[in-house]
C-alpha cells in the first residue's frame, strides 16, 4: 500500500470538490455522474496523476465529461454535498494508496452502497474506511490480487488452448 502524501491528498480534494459541484452544474443524478466521472478519461488522468498540472475548472472537467458521454439528465435523486464530498474524496484516497485505477474501484463498490455507509464510516480515517468496507466484502487487498490472477490465467490459458485447436 502506498502511503498518502501531498499530491494524493490534493488529488483527493479536487475530487471531492468536482463530486460536490455534480449537484449544480449537471441535470442528472449524483449516481449517473458518479459512473461517468468513475469510468471517464479524467478519471484516468486522475489515477495516473497527471490532472494536477492541468488548468481546468470544475466546470471544464464536467463539460469534458458530457462530451465523453453525451449530456444526459437521467435520474433525479442528488446526494447531499456532504456525502459526494466524502464520496469523492474516500474513492481517491482509495485508488492513490492501493494504487488501483478508478474503475476497479468503482466495480467494488457502486455509489448506493457507498452512500449507505455514509453516516457509519463518514467519521473514520479514511484507510479503516477502506479496510472496513474490503472486510464487510470478505475481501482483503490480497485476496482482490489472487482473483486477479487466477483470471488472468483463464483467459491466457483459453487463448493457448484456441491456438492449439486452430494448429
Request: charged share 30%; glycine share 4%.
Amino acid at each position: 500500500m502506498k502511503p498518502m502524501d501531498e499530491t494524493g491528498l490534493k488529488l483527493c480534494r479536487a475530487q471531492a470538490e468536482l463530486f460536490v459541484s455534480s449537484i449544480t452544474q449537471t441535470d442528472s443524478s449524483s449516481a449517473v455522474f458518479l459512473r461517468r466521472f468513475m469510468n471517464s478519461s479524467v478519471a484516468k488522468r486522475m489515477d495516473e496523476g497527471s490532472f494536477l498540472f492541468e488548468s481546468s475548472t470544475k466546470r471544464s472537467v464536467i463539460e469534458e465529461i458530457n462530451k465523453e458521454y453525451g449530456k444526459t439528465d437521467y435520474g433525479k435523486a442528488k446526494y447531499s454535498e456532504s456525502e459526494l464530498y466524502w464520496m469523492g474524496y474516500l474513492y481517491r484516497y482509495w485508488c492513490y494508496t492501493y494504487e488501483k485505477t478508478s474503475k476497479q474501484v468503482y466495480r467494488i463498490i457502486k455509489p448506493p452502497e457507498l452512500r449507505a455507509l455514509f453516516f457509519p464510516y463518514h467519521s473514520l480515517d479514511n484507510a479503516a474506511a477502506i479496510e472496513r468496507i474490503l472486510e464487510a466484502r470478505n475481501s482483503r487487498e490480497e485476496d482482490l490480487t489472487k482473483r486477479g490472477v487466477e483470471i488472468l490465467r483463464r483467459i491466457i490459458s483459453k487463448k493457448q488452448s484456441k491456438k492449439q485447436k486452430e494448429s
